[in-house]
């Protein structure tokens, strides 16, 4: 325990001071007597009067903590503390020390000793003060943990098919959020499956089971280096299905196009079944199961197919694969249409038939017609392409056809004709007999079909009569009934015999070219006899008894009557009918226009001995006139009988009974025998007598 001491010291100039302290106290006094240094003998001063510091405490070190343990790697820092010494001179931490630089490593730092653990053990840390005196602390180092302490790998029985991959994916067990984990991978088995090294993809090899080992290895300061293993077991099975594909196409609006996936199989064994998808339903839909597009609007759209393949043995598989199919629009049902006569000319209040001839993208392509005109005050036309002239000049006709069809675009397309309009056919109301001249110069009025001139006369019968028509001048003569518009026979030599019908008809002089003349004109009533080989023209429906004669025209040793028949445009039927005592057997040839040879020929199709033929176009085999020959089938059969011209629609018959042996391109030559009859009966006997009601 320190001892206090108060002592009181005057300095030379005599002022005292007092001084406290615990272990000495100096004064010095400058001149005192020997009096005051007695005096101050009490206070530790000398006998030569001056006042020296006591003794320095002793220097005392210490270290804390006494001891400690660290990891290795790991720092620490001992306190040092020191007291004592001398005031004007105090100690300081000269050293720090390891007993075992192996185990741990130390140095001053600070007022501390800083020490590095670098290996297990335990050593002395010794802390020296710079007056010799040391203090010592005890330090344990311990191994570090180690840096990762397990790992796992998922999927723990994973399955991948041959070909295709599997991920693996490990789960680290960490000491610290700061440790770094690498991994490697290998397998058991790579006949059976593959794995990468450092990503752990595994690729099926073969069917079987294989080992997948991951080493995983941890390291980070603090830290044990440390490494871990897990594994797991993957099979590998055989795809019922490896892969598929899909082609697609172009496509029409409202049109569909089927798509046909192939698959890829693992055996012939695997089904595979298809479900399709698209991406944009306002351009292409498609029917789930059958893969069936249809095009809505143009576009491009992009179908799925999700493929599933399964079978025994087999892992249940599916693969898609996508197609692009592109919509466009629909191609235009007309691709144009032309009218003809393109420049006709008609004169007023007559007409003229326009044609229309389309161009259709197909046969199915259904065509309509519509027709207008730009001058109604100058031409009309209805709606069948019939231009009727209203007054003289210039009108454009146009025609608009609309094509549809299924799978094409209904459109419409035009055309036009410019109609010409002339001064008014001057049409003369006539009787018969009739004489007269003419000027065909200026006339209108049209020769027939032909673009030749004519003038025109209309009679009209109250019965049925046969007229010869004359004319002179280099012109020709023609008769048109209107029951039948389109029987029209001119005669080149201005001549013509003409069985009219009850009715109105049109009698034509004119000429077949645009030319002009003058004429002399004759219409005379004649005998409706087809006798002395002068070809009379036989209308429809006609009804006219007719007498063969021994004097009529001769073929061989047959006599027959002649008449001519033309009716373009309708069907025709030609009946022989017996009477009560005249030709018994009547037999009807038909020959061609310029009589070489025969082109139909029929002896009782028309029941009983009545022959009958029917031509579906009532015109010769050239399109021209068809002669008429009425015989017997005896040449000694002579007598009455009656001739009936009917008609209908084209190709449409018009009487019942045999099937006429028409034999069109078969004809038969002058001079080749008459059919013989396997019935050789006698037909005179009867026919002639009252009781056979004939």
């Not at 001769?554 to 009918?577: K, N």
Request: hydrophobic share 40%; proline share 7%.
């Amino acid at each position: 325990m320190s001892q206090h001491h108060l002592c009181t010291c005057v300095s030379r100039l005599g002022h005292a001071r007092t001084v406290r302290n615990t272990r000495t106290v100096s004064c010095r006094v400058a001149a005192m007597g020997a009096l005051a240094i007695a005096a101050l003998s009490g206070c530790g001063g000398g006998g030569d009067g001056i006042l020296r510091d006591p003794p320095a405490d002793p220097v005392v070190i210490g270290i804390s903590p006494p001891n400690t343990s660290v990891n290795v790697g790991e720092g620490f820092t001992f306190a040092v503390q020191l007291s004592g010494g001398s005031r004007t001179a105090p100690p300081t931490l000269a050293s720090c020390a390891s007993s075992n630089a192996v185990v741990a490593t130390s140095a001053v730092q600070g007022s501390g000793c800083r020490v590095t653990a670098i290996s297990a053990g335990t050593v002395a840390i010794t802390a020296t003060a710079s007056t010799g005196q040391a203090a010592a602390a005890s330090l344990t180092v311990t191994p570090a943990p180690d840096a990762l302490t397990g790992v796992t790998l998922s999927p723990v029985n994973g399955s991948v098919a041959v070909g295709q991959t599997l991920p693996l994916t490990p789960t680290p067990t960490q000491g610290s959020a700061s440790v770094s984990v690498s991994y490697a991978y290998s397998t058991s088995a790579t006949s059976i499956a593959s794995v990468n090294a450092s990503t752990g993809v595994v690729t099926g090899v073969a069917p079987g089971s294989a080992t997948i080992t991951v080493m995983a290895t941890g390291s980070g300061a603090g830290f044990t280096t440390s490494t871990r293993t897990a594994n797991v077991t993957v099979t590998v099975a055989q795809d019922a299905l490896t892969a598929v594909s899909l082609t697609g196409g172009t496509v029409n609006v409202g049109q569909t196009l089927t798509l046909t996936p192939t698959p890829t199989r693992a055996s012939t064994a695997v089904t595979v079944s298809y479900v399709y998808a698209t991406n944009a339903p306002s351009v292409a839909t498609v029917n789930a199961s059958t893969g069936v597009v249809t095009g809505v609007a143009p576009g491009s759209a992009t179908i799925t197919v999700t493929a599933t393949g399964s079978g025994s043995g087999f892992t249940t598989t599916a693969r898609t694969a996508t197609a692009l199919v592109t919509v466009t629009s629909l191609p235009n049902a007309m691709n144009g249409v032309t009218l003809a006569p393109t420049t006709p000319s008609v004169a007023a209040g007559q007409t003229v038939q326009l044609t229309p001839t389309p161009a259709r993208a197909s046969a199915a392509v259904a065509v309509s017609y519509t027709y207008t005109t730009s001058s109604p005050s100058i031409a009309i036309v209805n709606a069948s392409g019939v231009v009727t002239g209203v007054a003289p000049g210039t009108a454009t006709i146009t025609v608009f056809a609309t094509g549809s069809g299924i799978g094409f675009a209904t459109n419409q397309v035009t055309a036009t004709a410019s109609v010409s309009v002339t001064t008014a056919c001057q049409v003369v109301i006539a009787t018969i007999p009739l004489t007269t001249a003419g000027q065909l110069a200026g006339s209108s009025c049209q020769f027939l079909n032909s673009p030749g001139p004519a003038v025109q006369y209309r009679i009209t019968l109250a019965a049925q009569a046969a007229v010869l028509l004359s004319a002179t001048g280099g012109v020709s003569v023609a008769a048109r009934p209107d029951a039948l518009p389109t029987s029209n026979i001119f005669f080149g030599g201005g001549i013509g015999r003409f069985l009219l019908p009850v009715g109105t008809s049109t009698l034509f002089v004119g000429s077949l070219d645009p030319s002009s003349a003058a004429f002399t004109f004759s219409a005379t009533p004649i005998a409706e006899s087809l006798d002395n080989c002068a070809s009379m023209v036989l209308s429809a429906p006609t009804l006219t008894t007719q007498i063969l004669s021994s004097t009529d025209c001769v073929s061989g040793a047959s006599r027959y009557d002649r008449a001519d028949l033309f009716i373009p445009g309708r069907s025709c039927t030609i009946d022989v009918l017996t009477v009560i005592g005249g030709l018994a057997d009547p037999y009807l040839e038909v020959w061609n226009s310029a009589n070489t040879a025969i082109i139909a020929e029929n002896d009782d199709g028309g029941g009983g001995f009545q022959p009958q033929l029917t031509f579906p176009n009532c015109v010769g085999t050239d399109g021209s006139i068809l002669r008429v020959r009425v015989r017997g089938f005896d040449p000694a059969d002579f007598g009455s009988y009656r001739v009936r011209i009917t008609v209908a629609q084209p190709g449409v018959g018009t009487s019942d009974g045999e099937t006429p042996p028409v034999r069109a391109g078969k004809e038969r030559p002058v001079g080749t025998p008459m059919p013989q009859r396997a019935d050789s009966t006698p037909r005179t006997s009867c026919l002639r007598q009252p009781q056979c009601g004939r």
